[in-house]
């Protein structure tokens, strides 16, 4: 055994190089290369390191789990997308694109070593403790998150529906770190959302782009025109928080507004990474007019979505800059039911713009701010005087009083979300201000010779 140690560098380098030969003789034929192309000092320090590890660690490790690591460790060093899927892991992210896995409800990456959030999924237990865009997790119950994969930080937090995790977050907002406590469960996600904000003008919230969002926001839209009883003149496109999801779905969404024209193209190092893609169908809003809401917390089809219409001059940006998640990540099964989740390419935007740590500025920013409600007013009018005069041409004040409040008990009743009785529209200041817009749009476009 001490003489197999010994020569287990040169042993090991011997296996790497004739695999390198084996695997791509042809290549090094056709290319008429030699063994110069295989960097053998870095392989021979890689195998010493390898040895040092199996004869003089503190503890016995397997080489199975020691070459997990390099692997690990090859990938994590290129950028925080890349990654190695054992084939639990791998078979997560399948399912995943489907609507429904289990765990805290959360778009996670790696930055600076720990885990941060891009965003918490709707109506998921993540989003209902209160965990936000931008949070870092530093640590998973009593165990630091720094050192760890992100992988195995998804395998901690993920587990049997029901039990608890405890969160440590370091928030920019909060001058020390805060303990959230999650309890999981299973997540279906439903991916689209939608209500009518009050009469011709509809709300759409797309959580998470998944393989049958695109159909599912078609369905939306004549569920809204026909609540309607008549086309839509204007459409609040909500992706706030939404982490991304499937490219074909951000490409379904946008085409549903596009009737021709460029969509989104990516650009990697080989052909198969070069793609483009193009909208075929119908504008299905007959050209009524869009304001895509936007914050930090929208990446990736997010920013797909928004750039693409952005540079076709179809919807209004509004809110804050993008996540910046511009790259495109390939999965690649491998033989041992594994998985590499590989960076191979980037986005741009139709007029070009790489989205890649830069994200999707907006048109109208709008600063995170809250609506007073009117009951909270002390102004008064007029009409609230006792007594006041009626003004001659009007019905009488109590047939006008009864309408008044037919109406709004219709409307207050299409704006409620379904976890309160408060107008969308006064909860929500994005909201509110982006149906404002879409009224102006409307005016400007009557009053046009």
Not at 39 to 68: A, M, N, S
Not at 131 to 140: E, S, Y
């Amino acid at each position: 055994m001490q003489n197999l140690s010994r020569h287990l560098p040169s042993l090991f380098i011997g296996i790497v190089i004739g695999s390198y030969i084996a695997i791509g003789g042809d290549v090094f034929a056709d290319r008429q290369s030699d063994l110069s192309t295989i960097p053998v000092q870095e392989l021979r320090t890689f195998t010493e390191v390898f040895h040092r590890i199996k004869t003089d660690y503190v503890e016995e490790v397997d080489d199975k789990t020691l070459l997990e690591n390099a692997i690990h460790g090859m990938l994590n060093g290129l950028d925080p997308h890349s990654t190695y899927l054992t084939p639990e892991a791998y078979q997560e992210i399948k399912i995943g694109t489907t609507g429904k896995f289990g765990g805290l409800g959360i778009e996670v990456g790696m930055e600076d070593g720990f885990v941060k959030v891009i965003a918490p999924i709707d109506d998921t237990p993540a989003q209902r403790a209160g965990i936000k865009a931008g949070d870092l997790i530093i640590r998973l119950d009593d165990t630091p998150v720094k050192g760890m994969t992100l992988g195995d930080a998804v395998k901690i937090m993920r587990g049997k529906p029901g039990t608890s995790i405890i969160l440590t977050i370091v928030r920019e907002t909060e001058s020390k770190p805060i303990t959230i406590t999650v309890v999981r469960a299973i997540i279906r996600v439903k991916s689209i959302k939608s209500r009518m904000l009050e009469d011709n003008y509809g709300y759409i919230r797309i959580s998470h782009f998944q393989s049958r969002t695109g159909g599912d926001l078609k369905k939306a839209i004549k569920a809204l025109e026909k609540e309607n009883k008549r086309k839509l003149e204007g459409v609040v496109l909500d992706l706030r928080n939404n982490p991304g999801g499937v490219l074909n779905a951000a490409v379904d969404v946008s085409d549903t507004f596009l009737e021709d024209g460029l969509i989104v193209y990516t650009k990697g190092r080989i052909e198969d990474a070069s793609l483009s893609f193009k909208a075929d169908e119908k504008d299905s809003l007959n050209g009524a007019p869009i304001v895509v809401l936007v914050n930090d917390g929208s990446a990736s089809a997010s920013e797909i979505v928004a750039g693409a219409l952005q540079d076709h001059k179809r919807a209004i940006i509004m809110g804050t800059k993008t996540f910046g998640k511009g790259s495109v990540q390939t999965i690649l099964p491998m033989n041992n039911k594994a998985a590499l989740k590989l960076t191979t390419a980037r986005y741009f935007t139709p007029l070009g713009r790489s989205i890649q740590a830069e994200g999707i500025a907006p048109d109208i920013v709008l600063k995170k701010v809250e609506i007073a409600g009117e009951e909270n007013s002390l102004r008064i009018k007029e009409a609230d005087l006792a007594g006041h005069l009626d003004n001659g041409n009007s019905k009488k004040e109590s047939e006008k009083k009864k309408e008044s409040e037919k109406k709004t008990d219709i409307r207050q009743l299409n704006q409620t979300t379904d976890e309160t009785d408060e107008p969308l529209i006064k909860k929500d200041y994005a909201i509110y201000e982006a149906l404002n817009l879409l009224k102006g749009m409307n005016i400007m476009k009557r009053h046009r010779p």
